[in-house]
Every structure is written in structure tokens, then in C-alpha cells.
């Protein structure tokens, strides 16, 4: 059971957050009684063996603060090139952008999530501070759309973003995050028929926990692409669970993360085939130095009728230092007999042959190990991750 | 020279010892500035093992003797001080380095080099300058520097890229290990041009090598037979010829 003052300032918090998001108050109190009634989940949860949930259960979530101004709004969302707005209600329309629509959230916020996975999305819509929905109308090519959310003025961050890609549109979602808050996100993402979504995110060092959902539903002939960067804090959990729903549906899952010091960073993934000749690659990243603790879970479930599945995962990691600790479990569960699945983790260390070339030509001991750390998640930049730094934020990261 | 002057590389009474095996075993070597040696040599006798030790690689172990450079010692150093003084090592099997792209390995093992000597580092622009018009010298294009370090390239292409950061990094004393092994005529001849045109009054050059085929394209001052761990013959081109004709039996029979 949770603490009882936390449920007291739970709902006192919730009650305090009404007037942000009007038509979600019913759905927030249910909520807070599930949550109540079911208690915060065990340590022994499979799912949360490498890293502990009950942190994301208690204060400063539940804690008061700013409630209905929205000076220190914590997200802003832009289309590239335009002028930052914010999704104040009334939602201003977006300029130039015929067949996207920002609204409101509304209830019910959860029909699309597995709330016995991912408990902590209940917490989330109790305590929601910043939500919008955004729909891209059918056969709309809507251009890059740029997430952002940004220090606040609360003791922490709980966001909920659903996006909807109508049948043949087309968006490319750029998501940075700089909260430096304890933060509760939830992206709720469906990819309409033949619709096509590229997102991008950066989850940059921080000092808060955070935990990070990215729920998806691929429709008939849709793509999902997932770009993430993700540095280490003292605990940040992200969950992506991509479901693969209609015939020829499709994902590409390209993760990368550094962790240093005495982080925890634990990915955990979920791509389940649901329809036939679903194709899912996920590609996976990670260096751990200092004394930090990665973790990463892949999971591919190929349910009964999704025959001519083809899924792929394959996890590479760098292990920087003796004291750096790495968890890697990709896991199949097959259902159907037509498949073609295949999965791989390997944990190496620096190449010593690499290094003495490299001081060979001048470049000393630390200089020589960075050039190749870097190396390690070069291939995995984008022109615009490039143009943004985030290759430069990971050597930073990795420097001290 | 002035008689007084010390050698570019003096080894003496070498020992070393790699993975608890002892593979130099007392080994004699000068050369003096403005030489080209080339280090012939069965397999196995230890040329390659000199000419890692040389360059400072960390798991080759000197048990005794010394490797004096201009008449410094050289073993205390660190690899990367080695090359600060312009020791050079063109690997016999240059390492693939993905991820990180020709130009900017080039780039930055020429920064560290002017930074550790106080030199003034080449703008940008200067840089590509000159490193496109040695690269163009060796038949490499610029698409070539902008691979990844020796990533997927054909021997001849590995070959080349060390000559190509002899060329950019204007070493002292420069130890070619095997650069002619894998490489057909013409880029034989490439790689052989590209040293002959690093070639001066100012450096040295050790050349080891199996074949007699590359010294037709370098002329050695002298050349140095290496059998079990010690020099076993010395002398001029003529015994590359010799043993050219007559293998080594001749020689390590006799030692």
C-alpha cells in the first residue's frame, strides 16, 4: 500500500490541478483510488528488477505547486522555424499548418495503455500538469514538429502527449526534454493505415529520476521510426512499447545511451507483432563508465495470427570501466510458426590495438578513449542529432 | 655529421619478451641520421617485434638492453611521446577504426603533435589543403578521407594510408613494418614514390621488409639480416640481392 500521505497529497494535488485540464478531473480521482485500492507494486516486479519504482511513487510528484499560471509552462511546442506557443487553452491554431490540430486533453486517457505493465501511467494522469493532443488530419505531410519541454516551476514534472497520425499523413516529431525535475512522461502515439511517423528524442543528463513512457499503436502499412538518445541521471527508466496492429506494419527502434558515475539508466522494450507481415528492427546502443548501471530489456512477442512476422534486435554495449555495470536481456516469445526473429546483445571494451594506433600517432591515453567511445555511437547520429550536439553531449558526459 | 653526433636510433643488447616469450634476443641496430636500413628476415625472427617495441606498443616487454633516440632513451616513453618526438610507425596491419572518419584522426594526431611541440595547429582550411594534395599523390581520393579509419579498405588502400600519414605527420625517424607485403606492382610503386619523396637529409628510415622487390624501388644505405633475435648480417643492397638468389639458409645456418 502507498503511504497514506501520499495518497492524502495526491488527491489534494490533483484537486489543485483541475483548472489546467478541465476534462480529465473525473479520470484523475478514479485514478488515485486504483492506485489506492492496488497499492504501489512490489520490489519483486520482473520488470522493474534493475531499477526501483517506488521512488516514482512518492513526493515531490505529489507535491503542490504552481497550479493555474501558465507563465512557468513547462512544455512548448513549435514547428521548426516558427515561434515557440504554448498550449494554453484555447489552443491557438497552427498557423500555416493546415490539417494539424492541437487540442485538450480528455478522458478516457488511458484506453490505449497496458496499465498492469506500466502502473506509474496512472500516477501520471492523476497528477497530469501539461497535455495536449496532436492530430494530423488524413493525407497531410505536416512537416517536423518540435517537442520541448523545459525547466518549471513545480516540484515536478507529469506530462501526457498523444499524438494521432491520420490514414497516409506524414510527421516528424522532435521531442527534447530538459525538465531537470523528477518527471512522469507519457507519450500515447497512434499511427493511422499507411501514416508514417519519424520520431526523434533527446533525453539529456539530468540530476532528477525520471521515468519516460512511449506507447505506440503501427496501423495497416504505418512505420514507426524511433530515433533515442537518452544520458544518464540517478535513475531514469524509459518503457517503449510498440504495438504492431495491422497487416504490413512496420518499426524501426534505433536507441543509444551513456551512463557515467553512479547513474542508473533502464530501457526497456516491448514490440509486440499483432498482424501479419509485421516487420520490427530494434537497434540498441549503450556504453556504461564510472560506476553506473545500465540496463536495457528487449522484448519481442509475436502473437498467434501474426505470421510472416520478421523481427530483429540486436544490443551492443561498451563497457568503459571495471566498477560500470551492464544488464542486457533480450527475450522472444513466439506465438506463431511462420517467423523469422532474431536477437543478439554483446558487452565489449575498448580494442587495446585500437588505442596504441591511435597514441602511436600522438593522440594520448584519454584522448585516444574518447575518440573511440565516440566512435562507438558516431553511426548512430542524424545530420540534425549532428547540428544539435548530442554527439558532443555524450563526450562531455563520458569525460567526467 | 660530426662524428659526435648521436645516431638517429641506437638499439643495444635489445631483450624483449612478448607474452612471457623471448623474441629479441640481444639485438644490435644503428642508424644514423639521413639512413635508409631495411630489416630483412625470416618469419618469426622479431622484425616486427622491433618495430612495435620501437613505437612503445604496451605489451612487448623489454627485459634488457636499451633504445636510445638521438641519444635519448625511448623506453620509459609513452607511445604517444614517441610520436612527439617524431617517431613513426607504419603498422603492418594498419587497425580499422569505424566510426571515426579519416580527416579527423589525421586532424587530430596533427594537433596533438603541434600542441605537444608548441607549434602552431593548421587551420581548417590549411589542413584539408594539404592533406588533399598528399592524398591526390597516392592515388587516394578525397571520398577516401572521408571513410572511416582504414574501414572496409582494400590492402593496398591500408598501405597507402600510412604513407599518407608519414606524409602529413613529417616523423624523424620512420619504421616501415612489412608496408610492402599485400601490395600489387603499381601500388608497389605508389607507396614506394610517397617515400622516396619523404625521404632526406634529415630523417631515417627502417624498412622491414621479407622481399628484396620494394628495395628495387627504395635504394637501402644498408641492409641488416635479423635471424632469432639478433642481427645475424650486415651490409650493403648487394646482400638483398644475395639472399634474393640464395634464401636465408645461408645465413642462419651459418649463425
Redesign the interface.
Known sequence: MPSQPFIDSALARSRQLDDRLPLIANERRSSIAEIARDGIPSGKLETWKYTPIQPFFASPFAEAGASTSTQHRASFLSFAGAVPIEPAAPLPSVAGRIGVSLDPLHSPLNADLDLTRYPLALLNTALLEEGLVIRVAPGVDAGALDLRFATGSGAASVSRVRVELGIGSRLRLIEQRNEDRPTNSVLDIRVGPRAFLQHTRVLPPTTAAGWYLVSVHVEADATYDLIGHSMGSATRRNDIHVRLDGRHASANIDLACAAHRRDRLDHQTVVEHIGVDTVSRQLVHGIAAGSSELTFNGRIHIHPNAQRSDARLTNKNLLLDKKARINAKPELEIYANDVKCSHGATVGQIDPVQVFYLRARGLDEAAARAMLTRAFLAGRMTPWLLEAGVLDVYAELLAT | MSAHSPALLEVTDLHVDVAGKAILKGLNLSLAVGEVSALMGPNGSGKSTLANVI?????YVVTRGSVRYLGASLTEL???A???IGV??A?QY??E????SNME?LK???D??HK?RGEEALSAVEFMKTVRGVAATLDLSPEFLKR?VNEGFSGGEKKRNEIL?LLM?QPKLAILDETDSGLDIDALQTVAAGVNRFRGAGNGILLVTHYQRLLDYIKPDTVHVLADGRIVKSGDHSLALKLEQKGYGWITDAA
Open positions: 613505437a612503445g606498443r604496451p605489451d609513452e607511445p604517444e614517441r610520436a612527439r613513426f610507425l603498422f594498419p587497425v577504426i569505424p566510426g571515426v584522426f587530430a594526431a596533427l596533438a603533435q605537444a572511416g600519414q605527420l
